[in-house]
Structures are given as C-alpha cells and as structure tokens.
C-alpha cells in the first residue's frame, strides 16, 4: 500500500491534473499516442517502485494528457508475467492510476484469432475471458481498503461500453466482433494441440497479457473496455508459423481502426 501511495504521489506531484480514464496500450498499438495533447511524459525507470520494461517493442513511459477532451493517463508499455515480474509488479501501475483518481480503464492487446470467421488485423472487443496464466495478482493478503477478498467476476467488461463501441464499429470499414481472450503464460506461442483445446473451451482470441490487470480494475470496481486487435491465426487450416515481426506487422496495418475506436469511445 505504501509503495502504491509513494508512485502515486510522485506522479501527482509533477503536475495538477487529474485523469479520468487510465489507457493501458499494448503491441504495435502506439498511433493513440500521436492524437494525445501531452501535458507531462514520465519514464517508468522515474517512479518509485515502478517495474522497468524490457520488451523492445513496448516504450516504457506514462503519458498524461488531453485525448479528445478527455484527461487521460496512458501507459506506453506494459509489463508481462512472461518477462519474470510478479503478478503484483504486473499490475501494480493499474493500482497507482486507480490512486490518482482514473473512473475506468482501456486496454488494448495483440491476440491469435481462434474463432474461425476472424481475419487477420479485425478488432475483438472483450466481453469476457478465460485466465489461463499460472498465478493471481490478487493472491496474498487481501487490503480491504482497495476492494473484496472475493470479487465478483460476472461483469469484468462494462457492458454499455461493448454497446458503444459495436455501434461506433458499424460505421467502420474493418471487421469488429465481440468474444472472450483465452490469457495464456506464454512467452512461447501455442502449439496447434493447445489452440484446438483453447476453442473448444469457449475462447474465440488467445493473448499474453490484459487479464492480470483487468482482475485488478474489476478487484476496485473500475469499469473496463478492452479491445484485442487479431494479428494471427490460429484455427484449423489457418494456422501458419507465427513471428513477432508478423505480429507487428498486423498491429500497425489494424492501428488507424482501433485507433479510430478508442478515439471516439473516449468521447
Ligand atoms: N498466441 C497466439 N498468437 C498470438 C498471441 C498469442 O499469445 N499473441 C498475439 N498473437
């Protein structure tokens, strides 16, 4: 709790601004960040007790600003349990954005579509999941005052912003559904044994990351939207040997779309 209260203090004493919404944004998704009116950047390495990332293709830096009138407070880079953290280094930004005021969070990820009727660079928007990584962040002593012991998992995605976005979708040119991310450990791909076992146990996209931290929102009641862009296949007949630059290669070419959706949901 100290920790928490110690990043959170440090962050609010950079500048006098209280962000409303909390944007966690994920693989080769940067594009939101050039539609931000910046007001402070914060290197990660700055604040106390803030994980560090390692991965080259996330930016390790909060950025604070205006997004479509909004305030907003964006993490560029995330932090993944296949790099070594703890659950509770994982999610530990979300608890400090939660301190400093955000009223619900935004994530975005890069997933493998297992739902056959997806395509390569179309949206899914998250209306459920299934956490298949090994530990809990929540797993511990539970502090009382950040939320329940026992949280209720029912509505982990709001469900009047899944409304919003497939209305403001309808108007879009790329192909956007709503599904459940099946998060996995990774850091190795599935094999094609695991990605039949994923479908057939209800997920339509798999991922390495998003779920840590919405069990950590939805532990202190935050509402969360969530948006997978679909990089790769991975259903019977799709299925093709996956590699990173591939992966970025779809998130870059999908980029405007999601960037086009967050902007206008943000409004
Ligand atoms: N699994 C398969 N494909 C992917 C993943 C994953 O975790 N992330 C992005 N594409």
Redo the contacts with the bound molecule.
């Keep these: 709790m100290q920790n928490i209260h110690e990043a959170a203090n440090y962050i609010k004493n950079q500048l006098d601004f209280q962000p409303e919404t909390g944007i966690i944004l994920g693989?080769g998704l940067g594009g939101l960040v050039k539609l931000i009116e910046v007001e402070k950047e914060i290197s990660y390495d700055k604040i106390p007790h803030f994980p560090v990332s390692t991965v080259e293709s996330h930016h390790g830096k909060l950025l604070l600003g205006r997004l479509n009138g909004k305030k907003v407070i964006v993490m560029q880079g995330r932090f993944h349990y296949y790099e070594g953290y703890t659950m509770r280094q994982v999610t530990f930004p979300v608890r400090v954005m939660k301190v400093l005021g955000i009223e619900r969070l935004f994530v975005s990820?890069?997933?493998?579509?297992l739902n056959p009727e997806y395509k390569i660079t179309d949206l899914m928007i998250l209306n459920d999941h299934i956490n298949l990584q090994p530990d809990n962040p929540l797993a511990g002593p539970n502090y009382d005052e950040l939320g329940p012991r026992f949280p209720d998992m029912f509505h982990s995605y709001n469900v009047a912003m899944i409304d919003k976005a497939l209305e403001i979708a309808k108007k879009m040119e790329c192909g956007v559904h709503q599904g459940v991310y099946a998060a996995?450990p990774?850091p190795n791909?599935?094999t094609p044994a695991e990605?039949r076992y994923l479908r057939t146990i209800g997920a339509d996209?798999?991922?390495?990351s998003t779920v840590p931290e919405v069990i950590v929102a939805r532990h202190m009641s935050l509402p969360v939207f969530a948006v997978s862009v679909?990089?790769?296949l991975?259903y019977p007949g799709a299925i093709e040997e996956?590699n990173i630059e591939k992966?970025l290669a779809a998130a870059a070419k999908a980029e405007p779309y999601l960037t086009e959706l967050m902007w206008k949901i943000i409004k």
């Design positions: 693989t990820n890069a997933a493998g579509g996995v990774g791909l599935e990605y996209a798999v991922g390495m679909i990089t790769d991975c996956v992966v």
